[in-house]
């Protein structure tokens, strides 16, 4: 059980739930009441980090074959 809580797999689904919510804050924001621009850069940089992360995870699970 406690194997399952620390796996690539359970971390790839928190940090894509993560993403979703930064996109969501991000959106809502900019259409709404906009945020100053240091916090939306911070949270924009943020987003893209996640996103790297999530590449990296998801080639890890699932590498490509060689040609």
């Not at 739930?17 to 949270?43: Q, V």
Request: hydrophobic share 35%.
């Amino acid at each position: 059980m406690q194997d399952n809580l620390h796996s690539p797999q359970r971390r790839l689904i928190e940090l894509r739930m993560e993403h979703a919510d930064l996109d969501s804050l991000i959106d809502r924001a900019a259409e709404h009441a906009p945020l100053d621009e240091l916090t939306l850069r911070r949270l924009k940089k943020r987003r893209l980090s996640l996103r790297d992360q999530i590449r990296r995870l998801e080639l890890m699970l699932d590498p490509k074959e060689p040609a």
